[in-house]
């Protein structure tokens, strides 16, 4: 009997041993998130020393695009791109952030628009925040070709006050290799926004949000209502009043993917040039402190800035 109990006692502890070990190594060995919406605390001091103090800032728009993708597309698309980039070279990966610059479609339904001021203001008090939490590299991607002249202004802004971060800001296209197999799987030739290409895309990230049998509700075609177009803030309107671009027909999975992992693998070129850039920030406080007296600014001199 007394030997009986003993071996039942034994089993109890070894059980309740193994299962804390389990439970302990499935904590502990949890792969880290490169969401920051998805860290605790203690994971996000992990993170910011794991991303060598590099973030991604995702940016696209809410509008539409034609009548068979949803308002959110051009978000969806660059946080999945940066998802996949940041998780084969680690970084962290901002929030879903939709605050970019598409006045062009405010005629359309469902289309969200800010104040360029509130623009300008939220992305700067973002990338602040993003430096106070120790982060000192950012780079502001988006796959809305509207956002680039607001992002490439911005970044121009930052030559206005010292700070002690440095900001980047780019549009993945893909490789050279990338377009080529692009080109030659795209059934269309033609097509700027919603169209195979973009819905493609749609269509290897959230299939269930893209309605294939609405595609042909309107038209893509460019309407050339006015020859000032291109010089003039309303070329696409005045291109596309449909605010569709392009013919989504024969949109396709695969082609999508294509373009996703072309996007990702040069923005991992950029995380990891960004990683070991010693030069931007530099040269960033170098401008700033030549900037006080522009007047003793003399010839160039290669070695007053090298990095130590």
């Known amino acids: 009997m007394f030997t009986l109990t003993l071996i039942i006692i034994i089993m109890k502890t070894v059980f309740i041993f193994f299962t804390f ?28 020393k794991k991303s060598e103090g590099v973030c991604i800032v995702p940016i696209g728009v809410i509008e539409k695009h034609g009548q068979h993708l949803p308002l959110g597309t051009d978000m969806y698309i660059v946080r999945e791109i940066s998802r996949r980039a940041a998780e084969k070279e680690y970084c962290i990966v901002y929030p879903y952030y939709f605050m970019g ?3 062009v479609a405010a005629a359309q339904p469902g289309t969200i628009t800010y104040s ?16 106070r939490n120790g982060i000192k590299k ?6 809305h070709s509207g956002n680039m002249s607001f992002l490439n202004y911005f970044c121009q802004e930052q030559m206005v006050s010292p700070r002690d971060y440095v900001v980047y800001a780019g549009h993945p296209t893909g ?53 000032l177009a291109n010089m003039t803030g309303l070329r696409f309107y005045t291109q596309y009043p449909s605010h569709y671009s392009g013919d989504a027909k024969d949109a396709n999975k695969a082609l999508g993917e294509i373009n996703i992992e072309g996007c990702a693998e040069e923005l991992i070129s950029w995380i990891k040039t960004v990683k070991t850039d010693k ?30």
């Open 21 to 48: 070990v389990s439970f302990t190594l499935s904590t502990y060995g949890q792969k880290l998130s490169i969401a920051w919406e998805e860290f605790t605390a203690s994971d996000f001091v992990e993170a910011v």
């Open 175 to 227: 490789n050279a290799e990338t377009q080529k197999r692009i080109r030659e799987m795209r059934k269309t030739t033609v097509g700027e926004h919603a169209d195979e290409l973009e819905t493609s895309t749609m269509l290897a990230i959230r299939p269930d949000l893209v309605k294939m049998d609405r595609v042909a509700n309107e038209s893509g075609v460019n309407q050339n209502l006015s020859p």
């Open 138 to 143: 950012i780079i502001l991607v988006t796959m």
């Open 116 to 131: 360029s001021d509130l623009l300008f203001e939220m992305l700067d008090e973002t990338c602040r925040e993003i430096s």
């Open 101 to 103: 610059q598409n006045f």
């Open 279 to 308: 030069t931007m920030l530099q040269l960033q406080d170098l401008f700033f402190k030549k900037s006080l007296s522009p007047l003793e600014t003399k010839a160039w001199e290669t070695e007053s800035w090298k990095v130590k």
